[in-house]
């Protein structure tokens, strides 16, 4: 096996017998993940918001893949999709899965709110993903050596979780300030899972990933979502120009994830980036997670905020 820091593609170990599921598998990191598994034997399990989006997805992923996939229909933002999602998962595998990767997620949109009431970020990429991973707990414990993989992102670093008022109902919305608070969320969840199942005793591993910077296409759907039309047009010509000269490929930018998923070397807790100069660029290896993720007492407040407003059961208890 390569050291992390060489590491590319071809040395993941053949998948197959495995099942993995790939949140926001339609498109960016999601889709090239899904697609990379599933050549290399993997039954992958596509779970995407939008039904005609999956399907365009599913085509292009089965035409190269080793074991057919399949679509599942998630909405994150929606915590009763979530749950259908979940039972629907769980019956069709047969409640076993050896990879979950929380890999959706929304950037800095102007501010909305979920069905369920929550800002749309913090909803959406953590407590939608948090939900999942203890609804599906159960099937990833069938599974020796399972593991879940939450991508996080460089944003968490100037992310503040504010747990009184997580949804700014009663501060100033900032679309940034919210996308950092949930890619902290995720870096915290991550890390929080990883400290419970082993003291659980649980054989679940549980790391964190983030791709750098990276041309996903986010940044320019965040651009298109402002309703300010100068605000829109410099987040524009901003996100073109550093993707011209600091962005590194999807591709690329998927590779800790796909690390993750698949070394055989990888711990619980352990958390992966690029190694190039600011963790942009380069390739994946260990990296620090924010000093935040590392502290048990964020990570309490965090799980117990999680259960009070998802009304899910965590897991392990």
Same mark, same amino acid.
């Given at each position: 096996?390569?050291?992390?820091?060489?590491?590319?593609?071809?040395?993941?170990?053949?998948?197959?017998?495995?099942?993995?599921?790939?949140?926001?598998?339609?498109? +960016?990191?999601?889709?090239?993940?899904?697609?990379?598994?599933a050549?290399?034997?993997?039954?992958?399990?596509?779970a995407?918001?939008?039904?005609?989006?999956?399907?365009?997805?599913?085509?292009?992923?089965a035409?190269?893949?080793?074991?057919?996939?399949?679509?599942?229909e998630?909405?994150?933002?929606?915590l009763?999709?979530?749950?259908?999602a979940?039972?629907?998962?769980r019956?069709?595998?047969?409640?076993?899965?050896?990879?979950?990767? $929380?890999n959706?997620?929304?950037?800095?949109?102007?501010? %909305?709110?979920?069905?369920?009431?929550?800002?749309?970020q913090? +909803?959406? $990429?953590?407590?939608?993903?948090?939900?999942?991973?203890?609804?599906?707990?159960?099937?990833?414990?069938?599974?020796?050596?399972?593991?879940?993989?939450?991508? !996080?992102?460089?944003?968490?670093?100037a992310?503040?979780?504010?747990?009184?008022?997580?949804?700014?109902?009663?501060?100033?919305?900032?679309?940034?300030?919210?996308?950092?608070?949930?890619k902290?969320? $995720?870096?915290v969840?991550?890390?929080e899972?990883?400290?419970?199942?082993?003291?659980?005793? %649980?054989d679940?591993?549980?790391?964190?990933?983030h791709?750098?910077? !990276? &041309?996903? +296409?986010?940044?320019?759907?965040?651009?298109?979502a402002?309703?300010?039309?100068?605000?829109?047009?410099v987040?524009?010509?901003?996100?073109?120009?550093?993707?011209?000269?600091l962005?590194? !490929?999807?591709?690329?930018?998927?590779?800790?994830?796909?690390?993750?998923?698949?070394?055989?070397?990888?711990?619980?807790?352990?958390?992966?980036?690029?190694?190039?100069? +600011?963790?942009?660029?380069?390739?994946?290896g260990?990296v620090?997670?924010?000093?935040?993720?590392?502290?048990?007492a964020?990570?309490?407040?965090?799980? &117990?905020?999680?259960?009070?407003?998802?009304?899910?059961?965590?897991?392990?208890?």
């Amino acid at each position: 096996m390569a050291r992390a820091d060489n590491w590319t593609e071809s040395d993941i170990p053949n998948q197959s017998g495995r099942t993995v599921l790939v949140t926001g598998a339609n498109s +960016g990191l999601g889709l090239h993940t899904a697609r990379v598994l599933a050549a290399r034997g993997a039954t992958v399990l596509l779970a995407c918001r939008s039904p005609e989006r999956g399907k365009d997805a599913l085509a292009t992923i089965a035409a190269g893949a080793a074991a057919e996939p399949q679509l599942m229909e998630l909405d994150l933002a929606d915590l009763a999709s979530v749950r259908r999602a979940a039972a629907d998962i769980r019956e069709r595998t047969g409640d076993t899965l050896d990879v979950l990767v $929380n890999n959706a997620g929304v950037m800095a949109p102007p501010h %909305e709110t979920t069905p369920d009431g929550f800002e749309l970020q913090f +909803g959406t $990429n953590h407590l939608g993903h948090a939900a999942l991973t203890w609804l599906l707990m159960p099937a990833l414990r069938t599974r020796p050596g399972s593991r879940v993989v939450t991508v !996080s992102s460089l944003a968490a670093r100037a992310g503040r979780i504010d747990t009184v008022d997580p949804h700014f109902e009663h501060r100033r919305y900032s679309p940034v300030a919210a996308y950092g608070q949930s890619k902290l969320a $995720n870096q915290v969840f991550a890390l929080e899972l990883d400290r419970r199942l082993r003291a659980a005793g %649980e054989d679940v591993v549980s790391v964190a990933a983030h791709p750098g910077y !990276s &041309d996903t +296409g986010l940044a320019p759907a965040m651009a298109r979502a402002q309703r300010n039309v100068v605000l829109r047009t410099v987040m524009n010509v901003g996100g073109r120009l550093g993707g011209l000269l600091l962005a590194q !490929s999807t591709e690329r930018g998927a590779a800790p994830q796909l690390y993750a998923a698949t070394a055989p070397d990888v711990s619980g807790g352990d958390y992966f980036g690029p190694l190039g100069p +600011g963790q942009l660029r380069g390739k994946p290896g260990t990296v620090r997670p924010v000093d935040a993720a590392a502290d048990p007492a964020t990570g309490t407040a965090l799980w &117990d905020l999680t259960a009070e407003l998802t009304g899910v059961t965590p897991d392990p208890a």
